[in-house]
């Protein structure tokens, strides 16, 4: 079975800086996608940035940027000019490959990210 | 194109009853799964559905189960509430490709 950890409970940044994230997952399945994902308090899981293991660049989406070290098993996520809405929980989450049968995601615990002013 | 849809966004319900918690995935989506997030276990897949079939379950006792209509739409019912059911059930639908698309969820407290 597919594991997922966060080994930050917590971090913090200042507003306009610049932070990252980490995950790292087991699997012995060399196709695969990874997400992460951001829940604001008290409000809906939001889908930040994909990367499906058999693309070599790391995904990018405005301010969110991915490092994927498929070797290593890691996946880390980079917030650059952090902004007072980025604070929230952000769970790292992997899905098998094949589509059709594996819409299953398996979470991380979270890190929760504070923005400080 | 509307989000995904979850009723009703709160629920309290006393040990014993049953339940039904309702989602209506994103316009053209057909898988729709369901997860269990309490601050001690995090987010648990419980199943998923995919035109009117479960393609996939967690690990979760029997009485929890589901269901998928013809038009994408799913249930989820658990039966004989204990208080560890007490949760944020949350709802996502999926294109063929790509990532989940999460509803804002149904927190289920149980008494």
């Known amino acids: 079975a597919q594991t997922v950890t966060q080994s930050q409970p917590e971090m913090s940044v200042q507003e306009a800086e610049t932070v990252t994230l980490s995950c790292t997952y087991d699997?012995?399945?060399?196709?695969?996608?990874l997400f992460w994902y951001k829940q604001p308090p008290s409000r809906q899981m939001i889908l930040v940035i994909r990367q499906e293991a058999y693309k070599q660049q790391n995904a990018t989406e405005n301010r969110f940027s991915v490092n994927f070290q498929k070797a290593a098993k890691s996946f880390s996520l980079k917030i650059s000019d952090s902004q007072l809405g980025d604070a929230a929980m952000y769970f790292c989450?992997?899905?098998?490959?094949?589509?059709?049968?594996?819409?299953?995601?398996?979470f991380g615990k979270g890190t929760l990210l504070t923005v400080n002013p | 194109k509307a989000g995904v849809t979850q009723t009703p966004r709160y629920l309290i319900k006393t040990r014993g009853q049953q339940v039904t918690l309702s989602c209506s995935p994103i316009?053209?989506?057909?898988?729709v799964s369901w997860y269990q997030q309490t601050p001690g276990q995090g987010l648990q897949f419980l199943f998923e559905?995919?035109?009117?079939?479960?393609?996939n379950k967690g690990n979760f006792p029997g009485r929890f189960s589901g269901r998928q209509f013809s038009n994408s739409r799913s249930e989820m019912n658990v039966s004989t509430l204990e208080l560890g059911d007490s949760a944020l059930y949350l709802c996502?639908?999926?294109?063929?490709?790509?990532?989940?698309?999460f509803g804002p969820g149904t927190r289920l407290t149980v008494l």
């Open positions: 989450a992997y899905r098998s490959p094949g589509g059709g049968s594996n819409y299953k995601l398996t």
């Open positions: 559905y995919f035109s009117e079939t479960q393609r």
């Open positions: 699997t012995s399945e060399s196709d695969y996608y």
């Open positions: 996502a639908s999926s294109p063929h490709v790509g990532g989940q698309y």
């Open positions: 316009s053209g989506h057909r898988s």
